[in-house]
T-cell receptor, first 107, second 115 residues
Framework: QKEVEQNSGPLSVPEGAIASLNCTYSDRGSQSFFWYRQYSGKSPELIMF????GDKEDGRFTAQLNKASQYVSLLIRDSQPSDSATYLCAVPGDMRFGAGTRLTVKP | DAGVIQSPRHEVTEMGQEVTLRCKPISGHNSLFWYRQTMMRGLELLIY????????DSGMPEDRFSAKMPNASFSTLKIQPSEPRDSAVYFC?????????????FGDGTRLSIL
């Protein structure tokens, strides 16, 4: 079983700052990762996926995968109050999620 | 396009009663997952089906829980008898073929309260 661990936070950043969310994994064979966002009272929704080493950018979001160090991170630039949510990382094919990191962006 | 449909959205019942949660996956998706989410334990995988066949039920907490998928468009999760500690939000999710690289699409969840 692949283990995925996240710092459950909570993480609080001021509006406009960069929020950095991290996830570590145990299985060196893991090739790809998903990031989901879950607003309070809602279901998780996919926001990013990354399949290869390095960075992947989508708007204000950047996913970074470092296979040598076995971690994957999500950076949110110019954080907005609407980014306040819990962020979950997941290994495709394993169907198990990290504990999630609760992010609060303060105006 | 219709997403994953779960029913009921909310369920409140007394302990000892049977509870049945329902899920309709997205058409064309061949994998279906049941999750339970609580503040203490986060999002836990209970069971998943591939092509209507249960593949991994190691997350089912005990024999009081059972899940079925009689066809590609319907699944149930049943708790009998229910207990207060079963109170949680239960999510159903589905994913298209190509499990190893496909994201899951979640339903809105069923908020279950056992009194």
């Amino acid at each position: 079983q692949k283990e995925v661990e996240q710092n459950s936070g909570p993480l609080s950043v001021p509006e406009g700052a960069i929020a950095s969310l991290n996830c570590t994994y145990s299985d060196r064979g893991s090739q790809s990762f998903f990031w989901y966002r879950q607003y309070s009272g809602k279901s998780p929704e996919l926001i990013m996926f990354i399949y290869s080493n390095g960075d992947k950018e989508d708007g204000r979001f950047t996913a970074q995968l470092n296979k040598a160090s076995q971690y994957v991170s999500l950076l949110i630039r110019d954080s907005q109050p609407s980014d306040s949510a819990t962020y979950l990382c997941a290994v495709p094919g394993d169907m198990r999620f990290g504990a999630g990191t609760r992010l609060t962006v303060k105006p | 396009d219709a997403g994953v449909i779960q029913s009921p959205r909310h369920e409140v019942t007394e302990m000892g009663q049977e509870v049945t949660l329902r899920c309709k996956p997205i058409s064309g998706h061949n994998s279906l997952f049941w999750y339970r989410q609580t503040m203490m334990r986060g999002l836990e995988l209970l069971i998943y089906f591939n092509n209507n066949v249960p593949i991994d039920d190691s997350g089912m907490p005990e024999d009081r829980f059972s899940a079925k998928m009689p066809n590609a468009s319907f699944s149930t999760l049943k708790i009998q008898p229910s207990e207060p500690r079963d109170s949680a939000v239960y999510f159903c999710a589905s994913s298209p073929p190509g499990l190893s690289n496909q994201p899951q699409h979640f339903g809105d969840g069923t908020r279950l309260s056992i009194l």
